[in-house]
């Protein structure tokens, strides 16, 4: 991949993620519209305290705001520790797509501030034998900054798995989650997380992108995941 820039609009050879963006270029008026809510709410963490209290008001569900095709995505970690980004069919379900991004979480803070975040995960193998998000090892940018390398999860870490566990019932939010104990949280901070629908938008084979999905409707930031396998 050639070098990018650190605007959101970085250019890109990559055509498959071009195809990818323009499907967001021909929705921006709907997009500018569709992402505000869960992000406003990312930004108060520090105004959250630990517990299940806010999940619980959080996870109740809305059925008539979600799309039957759309998928569950998770952006969790530790303030002190790296983000994970974790995807589901549904949010009873296993995830199919675990992995541990190399960002900070105050980064990725940072980052969620800006109108618009796009993080792309690139896979640079060419065998095309497995399905895209079998795909082991992903190189990972951040609003057209490579971050670095990462590979994704055969199994579950145990702060990964606990993290599932308590946000089974949980549709969409974000907020302040308890830690497994308390010698971890000292150490590391506070575990926060943000979890939204997403519209599911398959390229083709070797790509796929995630689009947020906002309930309110508000005006505000955009949030996309892509997927690219090189060709």
Same mark, same amino acid.
């Given at each position: 991949?050639?070098?990018? *820039?650190?605007?959101?609009?970085?250019?890109?050879?990559?055509?498959?993620?071009?195809?990818?963006?323009? %499907?967001?270029?021909?929705?921006?008026?709907?997009?500018?519209?569709?992402?505000?809510?869960?992000?406003?709410?990312?930004?108060?963490?520090?105004? $959250?305290?630990?517990?299940?209290?806010?999940?619980?008001?959080?996870?109740?569900?809305?059925?008539?705001?979600?799309? #039957?095709?759309?998928?569950?995505?998770?952006?969790?970690?530790?303030?002190?520790?790296?983000?994970?980004?974790?995807?589901?069919? #549904?949010? *009873?379900?296993?995830?199919?797509?675990?992995?541990?991004?190399?960002? %900070?979480?105050?980064?990725? %803070?940072?980052?969620?501030?800006?109108?618009?975040?796009?993080?792309?995960?690139?896979?640079?193998?060419?065998? *095309?034998?497995?399905?895209?998000?079998?795909?082991?090892?992903?190189?990972?940018?951040?609003?057209?900054?490579?971050?670095?390398?990462?590979?994704?999860?055969? =199994?579950?870490?145990?702060?990964?798995? *606990?993290?599932? =566990?308590?946000?089974?019932?949980?549709?969409?939010?974000?907020?302040? $989650?308890?830690?497994?104990?308390?010698?971890?949280?000292?150490?590391?901070?506070? $575990?926060?997380?943000?979890?939204?629908?997403?519209?599911?938008?398959?390229?083709?084979? #070797?790509?796929?992108?995630?689009?947020?999905?906002?309930? #309110?409707?508000?005006?505000?930031?955009?949030?996309?995941?892509?997927?690219?396998?090189?060709?």
């Amino acid at each position: 991949m050639p070098p990018v *820039h650190s605007s959101p609009y970085f250019q890109m050879d990559n055509q498959a993620i071009l195809s990818l963006l323009r %499907h967001t270029a021909a929705g921006e008026k709907r997009s500018k519209s569709s992402s505000s809510g869960l992000l406003k709410m990312f930004k108060f963490f520090p105004m $959250l305290t630990s517990g299940c209290k806010m999940v619980a008001l959080l996870g109740r569900p809305r059925k008539a705001l979600l799309k #039957d095709n759309a998928t569950t995505g998770t952006i969790f970690g530790y303030r002190k520790g790296r983000v994970s980004l974790a995807i589901q069919e #549904d949010p *009873h379900c296993v995830p199919r797509f675990v992995i541990e991004l190399p960002m %900070h979480s105050s980064l990725f %803070h940072k980052e969620m501030a800006s109108d618009i975040v796009r993080i792309a995960l690139e896979s640079e193998t060419k065998t *095309h034998k497995k399905k895209l998000l079998e795909e082991l090892v992903w190189a990972v940018y951040c609003n057209g900054r490579k971050v670095g390398y990462s590979i994704r999860r055969k =199994q579950m870490s145990d702060d990964e798995l *606990h993290v599932m =566990q308590l946000l089974r019932g949980v549709s969409m939010g974000a907020g302040v $989650l308890p830690c497994p104990n308390n010698v971890k949280e000292s150490a590391d901070g506070e $575990l926060t997380y943000i979890r939204a629908r997403f519209e599911r938008v398959v390229g083709s084979k #070797d790509s796929e992108a995630l689009y947020m999905i906002n309930p #309110d409707g508000a005006a505000g930031p955009e949030l996309s995941i892509f997927f690219v396998r090189a060709r």
